[in-house]
């Protein structure tokens, strides 16, 4: 059986999850489930090397729920992630995938939230459990977690939580779980130093690689020569000629991110700047407005963009080549996703081109190189994004859903639904992207609106 025509139905799992992965489109399973879940299914530890997008969290979700007891209301499942964005995908997947069973109670735990509603629900019960290492090991300290009952625990990105400092953290509460339990560890990359530190969390693991090449079809890579001074104008030049509707642009550090998104706010684009240590309000912030086009470049560290789920991405720009050639083809692969074509553009000084001698090894052929003085400027306009974000002083906690919002904007303001664009509803506020040619009209007609038989306090973000 090739691992390319394995289907679900082939693995030892329940009848209704077979048939809750078929209403949700999962008949065939990825390269990475194929290779890992037969593995997973015989409770053997795992330590597997594959690209976010691949498929991964299904696959651990579904070994979580195979052999998961509903009727048992403790821990049975933690899944450890670098981000808060990474854990409320997983959340969200592992719920899809839960549907075929009655009261599965999912719980993500976070920073970035406020703690005692969190051990409210601790207090409730859940059967898994999916946190980031520093809230987590908070509720550990507290004693509102009780961790002896996991039978399975899944490190997801385990190399970005090491690079992020995040090992301590995972020492203590892996220490906080049972022996006996199965242990899962992701990992996009998998240098030595993340051989070492997980060594000591697993149990003979089987270990396997899904090829983390992509099909050159799919995504067209060029590289262009630059000059450390010129680093900066060409990445504008190659957003004003080539105008992606959403760019993702990698720098290697946070004070080239800021320094970067500065210079194209100048020249009118929409650039925005993600890196490590911004509040956690204004990281939603910024990825609610780069994921609903209201913002045209987000310029960003490795580690930033780590659980970064943006479906369609007109282009990723490495600024800076990255020295790790597994890192350069994680990020490439953002771009192209879901049979779209991708384009990924590469800028490299002199000092590079030893980095992208190790690109050309490892993907067996020599990168395409073109000339930057033979871009044109497709157009004199400013590169502006689409949409403009309405924030709303208000969210989840007065009972506002994306219904009521759209009723508001299609009925008292008269947009048509083209108009609008995604809408986000937080705790406390709520962001709605509307396209940017009607915007100002709309604050003012929104915020003189009763939604929900209220008026709320609202401005525009961007």
Not at 201 to 225: C, D, G, N, W
């Amino acid at each position: 059986m090739s691992v390319m025509t394995s289907t679900f139905s082939t693995l030892a799992l329940a009848p209704e999850l077979i048939r809750n992965l078929d209403s949700l489109g999962y008949t065939q399973m990825t390269p990475i489930q194929a290779a890992s879940l037969p593995i997973i299914l015989e409770q053997r530890d795992l330590i597997a090397q594959a690209k976010t997008g691949s498929g991964k969290t299904a696959a651990f979700g579904i070994g979580i729920l195979a052999k998961l007891n509903p009727s048992y209301f403790a821990i049975q499942a933690l899944v450890i992630c670098p981000t808060r964005e990474l854990a409320d995908q997983v959340s969200n997947e592992i719920r899809r995938l839960a549907r075929f069973a009655e009261n599965i109670k999912v719980l993500t735990l976070c920073g970035g939230t406020p703690m005692r509603p969190q051990m409210a629900s601790l207090e409730h019960g859940a059967h898994i459990v999916v946190g980031t290492p520093g809230r987590l090991l908070d509720h550990i300290g507290r004693g509102s977690i009780k961790l002896s009952t996991v039978q399975t625990l899944v490190l997801d990105e385990a190399d970005r939580m090491v690079d992020m400092g995040f090992y301590e953290d995972i020492v203590g509460i892996v220490a906080a779980c049972s022996p006996r339990r199965q242990t899962l560890l992701f990992s996009a990359t998998y240098p030595d130093n993340i051989r070492k530190a997980s060594e000591q969390f697993l149990r003979e693991p089987a270990e396997i690689k899904v090829e983390s090449q992509h099909a050159t079809s799919q995504i067209e890579q060029i590289f262009y020569a630059v000059t450390p001074d010129n680093r900066n104008a060409a990445v504008a030049q190659l957003l004003k000629h080539y105008r992606p509707v959403s760019t993702l642009a990698f720098c290697n550090t946070k004070i080239h991110c800021r320094e970067l998104a500065e210079e194209l706010q100048q020249q009118g684009i929409n650039a925005l700047a993600l890196y490590g240590d911004l509040e956690q309000r204004e990281r939603d912030e910024i990825l609610v407005l780069f994921s609903n086009q209201s913002c045209s470049v987000l310029v960003a560290t490795d580690v930033a963009a780590r659980g970064l789920d943006i479906q369609t991405l007109g282009a990723v720009i490495n600024v800076d080549v990255s020295k790790d050639t597994e890192v350069h083809i994680h990020r490439i692969g953002r771009t192209g996703r879901a049979g779209e074509k991708g384009l990924a553009l590469s800028l490299a000084a002199a000092n590079e081109k030893k980095w992208v001698k190790l690109i050309e090894e490892y993907q067996n052929a020599p990168v395409q190189w073109q000339d930057l003085e033979q871009l044109s400027v497709n157009s004199e306009e400013a590169l502006q994004a689409p949409m403009t974000t309405i924030c709303i002083m208000g969210g989840k906690k007065d009972k506002l859903r994306p219904g009521d919002l759209l009723g508001a904007l299609t009925g008292d303001v008269g947009l048509s639904k083209e108009q609008v664009g995604k809408i986000n509803v937080f705790e406390f506020m709520t962001y709605v992207a509307i396209d940017r040619r009607v915007a100002d009209d709309t604050l003012d007609k929104l915020s003189r609106s009763n939604i929900k038989g209220r008026q709320f306090r609202m401005r525009i973000v961007w």
